[in-house]
C-alpha cells in the first residue's frame, strides 16, 4: 500500500476521533480544517513567494477566523475581497485594514457606505477596468472630501495566433488603452490611483502534471511558459508608462499556482493566494508545488444497498465553473471510494462503490474534498479546527456570521 493510502486512512482514523469526541455530533456535512496542513501550507506559500507579501484571497477561505490566522502568519499581508459588502465587514470587525476588492463592483448600496466613510474608504481599495466602474462610484457620493482608492485590472491573459488563452476578466491588455484609463482616474476629483492587479489565471489555475494526461500536461507547462515570458514584457512596459503618471503603492499578480513564477516578476510587488493554504481538488497535479489537502467535509453512511456499496446522505457540493468530473466533490478517506457514473454526488444521497464500500457501516463518516477553495464553506454555519485527533475550536464561516456576499 503507498504512503498515499496510508496517509488518507490515517486521516480517517483522526478525523472520526476527533468529532467522536464532541458531546453533541454535528450535523452533516461536517466542515473540517486540519490546523497542521493549513501552516504547513501557509508556510510553503511564503516560501514560494521569496520575500514577496502573500495577500490572502477570502474567496478562498470565507471563515474570518481563518483569514486572520493566514495573516497571522509573518509574510502574509492584507486581503483581496471578493465584494465591497465583504470588504467593509471585514474592515468593521478589524479583521483587516488593507483591503483590495478584486473584481469591479456595481452594488450602489455598498459603494455609498465606503464612500461615505473616510475609515472604510482609507482601508479599501476599488478595482476598475472601464470609466463607467468611475461613473457608478460617483453616483454614491454625497460630496469629493472622500478620496476613493483606486486599482486597476489589467488581462493577463495569453495572446497566441489570434487566441485570448486566460481568464476572460477586464477589457484593458495593450499599454495606451491601461494609460488611458490611468490619466482618466488620476485627473478625476476624489479617486487616487494606488495600485495594479495582473492575474494570470491560465498559470496559476490550471493543473499540469496530471498522470494520466503526460501529452496534455505537458503542451499546459508549455502554455503557461510562454504566458509568463509575454506577461513579463507586457508588466515591464505597463510598469514604465504608468511611472509617469502615478507612484504605484501596489502591483498584485498570481496565484496559488503560480506563486514562484509571478513572484520572480520584478514589477510585481505582491503575490495573492488562498486556495493553496486548503488545498481543494482542483489544486492537485501541480508541477510547482506539493500540497495537502486541509479542508474536508464529512458525511454519514445511511444506507447499503448492496454489500459491496454504501450511501452517504447528502454530498451534491458541486463546484462552480465549467460543469466536468473535476467540479464535483473527491470522496478522500477511507481511500478507494469512488463516486457512481449514474448518480454522481447527489442532491440527498450519494452512492460509493470501491472496496471500502464493503466494509463501511451506517452511521460511519466518509470524508470528501470539495473541488473548490472556499465554496465549501458556503455550505456550513459552523467550522470544526482539528490538530491530531482533537477539535481545539469551532468557528463560523461567513454563512456562520449569517452574511452571504
Do not use: C
Request: hydrophobic share 45%; aromatic share 6%.
Amino acid at each position: 500500500m503507498s504512503d498515499h493510502f496510508v496517509d488518507r486512512n490515517r486521516l480517517w482514523s483522526r478525523l472520526g476521533t476527533a468529532i467522536g469526541a464532541l458531546p453533541d455530533a454535528p450535523a452533516t456535512p461536517i466542515a473540517v480544517v486540519d490546523l497542521d496542513a493549513f501552516d504547513a501550507n501557509a508556510a510553503d506559500l511564503v516560501r514560494r513567494a521569496g520575500g514577496k507579501p502573500v495577500r490572502v484571497a477570502s474567496k478562498s477561505l470565507r471563515v474570518p477566523g481563518l483569514i486572520e490566522r493566514a495573516l497571522a502568519h509573518g509574510g502574509f499581508a492584507g486581503v483581496l475581497a471578493y465584494t465591497v459588502a465583504e470588504a467593509l465587514w471585514l474592515h468593521e470587525a478589524g479583521i483587516s485594514d488593507d483591503i483590495v476588492v478584486a473584481y469591479p463592483s456595481v452594488d450602489l448600496t455598498a459603494l455609498r457606505r465606503l464612500t461615505s466613510s473616510p475609515a472604510a474608504a482609507a482601508a479599501i481599495t476599488l478595482m476598475v477596468d472601464d470609466p463607467a466602474h468611475l461613473d457608478i462610484v460617483d453616483e454614491t457620493r454625497l460630496s469629493l472630501d472622500v478620496p476613493v482608492r483606486i486599482a486597476l485590472d489589467i488581462d493577463a491573459g495569453l495572446r497566441l495566433g489570434g487566441q485570448h488563452i486566460g481568464p476572460k476578466r477586464s477589457p484593458l491588455f495593450d499599454t495606451a488603452d491601461v494609460v488611458a484609463l490611468a490619466r482618466k482616474v488620476v485627473e478625476r476629483d476624489g479617486f487616487d490611483l494606488v495600485g495594479v492587479m495582473t492575474y494570470e489565471g491560465q498559470v496559476a489555475g490550471v493543473q499540469d502534471d496530471v498522470p494520466d494526461q503526460r501529452t496534455k500536461s505537458l503542451l499546459v507547462r508549455r502554455l503557461k511558459q510562454a504566458s509568463m515570458t509575454q506577461l513579463e514584457v507586457r508588466r515591464r512596459e505597463i510598469a514604465d508608462a504608468l511611472a509617469r503618471l502615478a507612484d504605484l503603492q501596489f502591483w498584485n499578480g498570481g496565484g496559488s499556482g503560480s506563486v514562484e513564477a509571478t513572484a520572480a516578476d520584478g514589477a510585481v510587488t505582491e503575490i495573492a493566494a488562498g486556495s493553496g493554504l486548503l488545498v481543494p481538488g482542483i489544486f492537485d497535479h501541480y508541477a510547482s508545488f506539493d500540497p495537502r489537502p486541509a479542508a474536508f467535509f464529512g458525511l454519514r453512511v445511511s444506507r447499503k444497498p448492496l454489500p459491496t456499496m454504501a450511501t452517504v446522505h447528502g454530498g451534491g457540493l458541486i463546484a462552480s465553473g465549467a460543469t466536468g468530473e473535476d467540479r464535483s466533490p473527491v470522496p478522500w478517506a477511507p481511500p478507494g471510494l469512488h463516486l457512481t457514473g449514474l448518480e454522481g454526488a447527489g442532491e440527498v444521497q450519494t452512492p460509493l462503490t470501491g472496496h471500502p464500500a464493503a466494509l463501511l457501516q451506517i452511521g460511519d463518516l466518509v470524508w470528501f474534498r470539495h473541488a473548490k477553495s472556499g465554496e465549501l464553506f458556503e455550505h456550513v454555519r459552523d467550522v470544526h479546527l482539528v490538530r491530531g485527533e482533537a477539535v481545539t475550536d469551532v468557528v463560523p464561516s461567513y454563512r456562520g456570521h449569517g452574511l452571504a456576499f
